[in-house]
C-alpha cells in the first residue's frame, strides 16, 4: 500500500510505517466492532431486493425489473417474493450463512429529496437537517469510555460528518484528494447547462466535447474498485489490532442512478459484494464481533423514469451484516407496492426506520445505555423504537 498514514480529523497528519499504530494504546473498553458503509446517492433498494413477484414491479419498471429466479440473468430467491439482485452473490453467501439481515421499506426522519439535506440527517442524527453540528457515531463513542484512545476511524480523505465531534478519531487513505466522480460531472453539466457563461466555461473545462458517460463512467468504477478494495483492507486490518479502532466508516459514491441504471448497480453492487468479502477475509476471528450496517441517504422512485434509472425518493433499504448477526432473515413491515400504498403516490412507503436499527446496534451490539442513545446519540428520537433481536444471543 503507498501510503499509510493516520491524520487527526483537525488536519494534523502523523505518518506510520504500517497500518497498525505505533503509537502505544490501551486496551479497548470493548472488542465489539462496528463498520457503518454510506452509499452516498440514494441506493435504488428495488434493485438491490427486487419483489419480483409483486406483478406492480414489473408493470412499473419496464425495462429496469430483474427477472425471478428461473430466468437468466434473474435475482437470486430469498423467500419467494423477494430476490437479490446477481451480482450481491457476497451479501447473498452471508445471508445463507445466517450473517446477514435486510430491512427494506426503510429510511431516516427525513422526507424529502435533498441529497445534501438527507446526508446531513443521516449523519447528525438530530431528526432535522443540520439540527446538530456534530455526527451520532462520534457522540456513541464518547458513551464507551475510551478517554484519550481514538476508537473512531474514518476510511476516506476527509472525516465525514457521522464521525465528527469532540471525540479524536483516526483517518486512513491512499491519497489525500479524492478523484472526481462521474456522477457529480453529469450533475454539474445539467446544473449549468442554461447558463451559457457556465455551460461555455464547463464544456472548455471538459476539454471541448460531450463525454462519453458509458466509457468514463466505467473507467471511474474502475479506479473505485481498486480505492474501495484497499480501503477495506485498511479497514479490516486496523480494526483487528489488538490496539486498534474499533468503528469505522466508509463511503461509496455513485449511487444516484438517474440513467443507466442497471449497468452501473451491476458493477457497483459487485464492488459491494467484493467489499463485504475483503471484511470479513480480513478481520479474520473478530468478524464473529463485527457488525456492518450499511445505508443511503434515501430510496428511489417506484417506477423508472425516460433514461432507463430512477429519481430520488423517500423509502430504501438497510442491509447489516457480521458474524455478531443474528441474519438469514428480511425484517420489518412491508407496504407494497400498490399505487394507493406509495409514499405521495410515487415513493416506496418508509415503514421502517433507519435510526430504530442504529439504536438496536449501539445497545445491543456495542452496549450502550438506553438513556444515553435516546438522550444523547438520537435526541427527540423516542417516537422510534429500537430494534430487537437483530444480533445473537451469545454474541
Given at each position: 500500500m503507498d501510503r499509510r498514514n493516520f491524520i487527526k480529523y483537525s488536519g494534523a497528519a502523523v505518518a506510520a510505517s504500517?497500518?497498525?499504530?505505533?503509537?502505544?494504546?490501551?486496551?479497548?473498553?470493548?472488542?465489539?466492532?462496528?463498520?457503518?458503509?454510506?452509499?452516498?446517492?440514494?441506493?435504488?433498494?428495488?434493485?438491490a431486493l427486487a419483489p419480483y413477484a409483486d406483478s406492480e414491479y414489473s408493470r412499473v419498471r419496464p425495462t429496469l425489473a430483474l427477472s425471478g429466479p428461473s430466468e437468466e440473468g434473474g435475482v437470486i430467491d430469498l423467500n419467494g417474493y423477494f430476490g437479490l439482485h446477481p451480482a450481491l452473490a457476497g451479501?447473498?453467501?452471508?445471508?445463507?450463512?445466517?450473517?446477514?439481515?435486510?430491512?427494506?421499506?426503510?429510511?431516516t426522519?427525513?422526507?424529502?429529496?435533498?441529497?445534501?439535506?438527507?446526508?446531513?440527517?443521516?449523519?447528525?442524527?438530530?431528526?432535522?437537517?443540520?439540527?446538530?453540528?456534530?455526527?451520532?457515531?462520534?457522540?456513541?463513542?464518547?458513551?464507551?469510555?475510551?478517554?484519550?484512545?481514538?476508537?473512531?476511524?474514518?476510511l476516506g480523505p476527509v472525516v465525514p460528518l457521522i464521525l465528527l465531534g469532540k471525540e479524536g478519531v483516526q483517518s486512513w487513505a491512499k491519497s489525500k484528494l479524492p478523484e472526481v466522480d462521474e456522477d457529480f460531472l453529469v450533475r454539474l453539466g445539467n446544473l449549468y447547462q442554461k447558463d451559457p457563461l457556465f455551460a461555455e466555461a464547463y464544456k472548455n473545462a471538459r476539454g471541448g466535447f460531450k463525454p462519453n458517460v458509458d466509457m468514463d463512467g466505467l473507467q471511474s468504477l474502475r479506479r473505485k474498485e481498486k480505492d474501495i478494495l484497499l480501503a477495506s483492507r485498511a479497514a479490516a486490518e486496523?480494526?483487528?489490532?489488538?490496539?486498534g479502532p474499533r468503528i469505522a466508516v466508509m463511503e461509496m459514491q455513485g449511487w444516484d442512478t438517474h440513467f443507466g441504471q442497471s449497468w452501473r448497480l451491476d458493477k457497483l453492487f459487485q464492488l459491494y459484494s467484493k467489499s463485504l468479502r475483503e471484511l470479513k477475509a480480513g478481520l479474520g476471528p473478530e468478524w464473529l464481533n463485527t457488525a456492518v450496517v450499511t445505508v443511503s441517504e434515501f430510496g428511489r422512485t417506484v417506477a423508472e423514469n425516460g433514461s432507463k434509472g430512477t429519481d430520488h425518493g423517500t423509502g430504501g433499504i438497510a442491509i447489516l451484516a457480521g458474524g455478531a448477526v443474528n441474519g438469514g432473515r428480511i425484517i420489518g413491515k412491508w407496504p407494497g407496492l400498490a399505487e394507493g400504498a406509495l409514499y405521495e403516490g410515487r415513493d416506496l412507503r418508509p415503514v421502517n426506520s433507519h435510526e430504530g436499527l442504529f439504536k438496536g446496534v449501539l445497545v445491543q451490539h456495542l452496549g450502550l445505555k438506553d438513556s444515553f442513545v435516546e438522550e444523547v446519540v438520537f435526541p427527540d428520537s423516542s417516537a422510534v423504537p429500537r430494534l430487537e433481536g437483530v444480533f445473537r444471543l451469545n454474541s
Amino acid at each position: 500500500m503507498d501510503r499509510r498514514n493516520f491524520i487527526k480529523y483537525s488536519g494534523a497528519a502523523v505518518a506510520a510505517s504500517s497500518l497498525v499504530p505505533s503509537a502505544s494504546f490501551a486496551a479497548a473498553p470493548t472488542e465489539k466492532r462496528l463498520i457503518v458503509i454510506i452509499l452516498r446517492g440514494g441506493l435504488d433498494s428495488l434493485h438491490a431486493l427486487a419483489p419480483y413477484a409483486d406483478s406492480e414491479y414489473s408493470r412499473v419498471r419496464p425495462t429496469l425489473a430483474l427477472s425471478g429466479p428461473s430466468e437468466e440473468g434473474g435475482v437470486i430467491d430469498l423467500n419467494g417474493y423477494f430476490g437479490l439482485h446477481p451480482a450481491l452473490a457476497g451479501l447473498y453467501d452471508l445471508f445463507q450463512k445466517k450473517e446477514a439481515l435486510l430491512l427494506p421499506a426503510s429510511s431516516t426522519r427525513y422526507r424529502n429529496r435533498s441529497h445534501f439535506d438527507a446526508q446531513n440527517l443521516l449523519e447528525n442524527g438530530s431528526g432535522k437537517p443540520f439540527g446538530i453540528k456534530d455526527g451520532w457515531l462520534n457522540r456513541a463513542i464518547s458513551g464507551i469510555g475510551g478517554g484519550s484512545r481514538r476508537l473512531g476511524l474514518a476510511l476516506g480523505p476527509v472525516v465525514p460528518l457521522i464521525l465528527l465531534g469532540k471525540e479524536g478519531v483516526q483517518s486512513w487513505a491512499k491519497s489525500k484528494l479524492p478523484e472526481v466522480d462521474e456522477d457529480f460531472l453529469v450533475r454539474l453539466g445539467n446544473l449549468y447547462q442554461k447558463d451559457p457563461l457556465f455551460a461555455e466555461a464547463y464544456k472548455n473545462a471538459r476539454g471541448g466535447f460531450k463525454p462519453n458517460v458509458d466509457m468514463d463512467g466505467l473507467q471511474s468504477l474502475r479506479r473505485k474498485e481498486k480505492d474501495i478494495l484497499l480501503a477495506s483492507r485498511a479497514a479490516a486490518e486496523l480494526l483487528r489490532a489488538p490496539k486498534g479502532p474499533r468503528i469505522a466508516v466508509m463511503e461509496m459514491q455513485g449511487w444516484d442512478t438517474h440513467f443507466g441504471q442497471s449497468w452501473r448497480l451491476d458493477k457497483l453492487f459487485q464492488l459491494y459484494s467484493k467489499s463485504l468479502r475483503e471484511l470479513k477475509a480480513g478481520l479474520g476471528p473478530e468478524w464473529l464481533n463485527t457488525a456492518v450496517v450499511t445505508v443511503s441517504e434515501f430510496g428511489r422512485t417506484v417506477a423508472e423514469n425516460g433514461s432507463k434509472g430512477t429519481d430520488h425518493g423517500t423509502g430504501g433499504i438497510a442491509i447489516l451484516a457480521g458474524g455478531a448477526v443474528n441474519g438469514g432473515r428480511i425484517i420489518g413491515k412491508w407496504p407494497g407496492l400498490a399505487e394507493g400504498a406509495l409514499y405521495e403516490g410515487r415513493d416506496l412507503r418508509p415503514v421502517n426506520s433507519h435510526e430504530g436499527l442504529f439504536k438496536g446496534v449501539l445497545v445491543q451490539h456495542l452496549g450502550l445505555k438506553d438513556s444515553f442513545v435516546e438522550e444523547v446519540v438520537f435526541p427527540d428520537s423516542s417516537a422510534v423504537p429500537r430494534l430487537e433481536g437483530v444480533f445473537r444471543l451469545n454474541s
